[in-house]
């Protein structure tokens, strides 16, 4: 028992923090992106890496 806390505790230790969003810097226009989706009559998640990608702007 004592091995399996000693990993969950270093495994702990190595998890990164949570991303708040405030720390976010990439911005992403949803209503955009799903109203291209719409046009072309496909789902959001059936579009290519590359269409995903115009809707998405650094700030």
Do not use: C, W
């Amino acid at each position: 028992m004592n091995g399996q806390i000693k990993k969950y505790r270093e495994s702990l230790a190595n998890t990164p923090g949570p991303v708040l969003l405030t720390e976010e810097h990439n911005k992403l226009d949803l209503k955009g992106l799903m109203s291209y989706a719409a046009r072309k009559g496909e789902k959001v998640i059936n579009l290519s890496e590359e269409e995903k990608n115009m809707f998405m702007r650094r700030s």
